[in-house]
């Protein structure tokens, strides 16, 4: 019970120091990387970004008949391996930047009318889907319309905020010396204020694809919109699909029976986006930030998380894979523990990319690391 109650604070204090780690995020996003750079370091059946603009009208028509677009990296990489050489797939949103925040451009969104499909990953995750849709004419498929979706549960976080803030102020010491400070309380609620106008939280948590059983789900939607398009080629979709079902089948069979003989449940995450693999798994996330941000935790959090971490015997800090791991390393230090890399799978590292590594690799290498973690 107390741990729960733990955890309901530290999602809430993610969510409040997400704000302006996101605008960094942003700017980073922007600054970072072009979309041509993308193309030149992926293999060459990406490389039609960058001859777009050289391309004349004719040429351009072919292609809204062959070129698909996957919203980001995982999508992509299923959408990938689905369409194999029967179409082009592109990325819309930059393959190497953060997804969450992402804020496409008029003429990114222009770009998306040289194809007649998108497939997303829906439950909120695509923010910029409104946008594309009333400006260009384009199918958009949503993936995880058959996924038993998880509440975000934003009021319940606000109510754990103040609950679990009264409980720990009367632990502490200083409690009543806070709570008559003005200018203490003032901060507060500016901080939380802050939060409700500049976050766009979705309904539901966004991140279904890192749940191997829900990843096969939406490889079914796209085998399925395929075969739609395409029924002269529905048996090598499917085909493609039955592989990649199969190795996700004894990925969740593997783990499953690994997961059953572990006692600790428990593994710190960057942020908030393993709630799916924990559901599926029956274990617990704790992360150091909320559902859509990635940036450094708030003071508060660490604290808690350091407490509780040393309390559990944790032995793990997860952060983000091709991300920073100083955060990570710092805590880790502080709990006797090792900070390693997980993936969220929402930006692809240099690597993931020249090796065409799939979706199912990279899910199975998250459940063995945090198999790793807790036994
Ligand atoms: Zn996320």
Known sequence: MKVKNIIGVLALSAVLAACGNNAQENAKTGSNETKEEISV???SKDQAKSSESKEDQDSQKANEENVIYASFFPIYNLTKQIAGDKFEVKSFTNLKTESHGFEPSAKEIAELSTSKLMFVN???MEEWEEAVKNTVDIDIVNTSEGVDLIKASEDDHDHDHEDADHDHDHEDADHDHDHEDNDHHHDHEDGEEGHEH????????PHTWLDPANGKAQAKVIADKLSEVDPANKDY?????EKIAKELDDIVTEYKDKFKNVDNKKFIVPHQAFGYLAREFDLEQIPLNSLTSTGEADAKVLKEVSDLAKAEKIKTVFYEMGGSDKEAKTLADEIGAEAKPINTLEFATDEELSSNKTYQ???????EAIYDSLS
Do not use: C, Q, T
């Open 122 to 124: 829906g439950a909120g």
């Open 361 to 367: 690799e990279m899910i199975k290498e998250n459940l």
């Open 237 to 241: 979709y499917m085909a493609n699909y």
């Open 198 to 205: 500049h976050h766009h939280h979705g309904e539901f948590d």
């Open 41 to 43: 370091k992926e293999d």
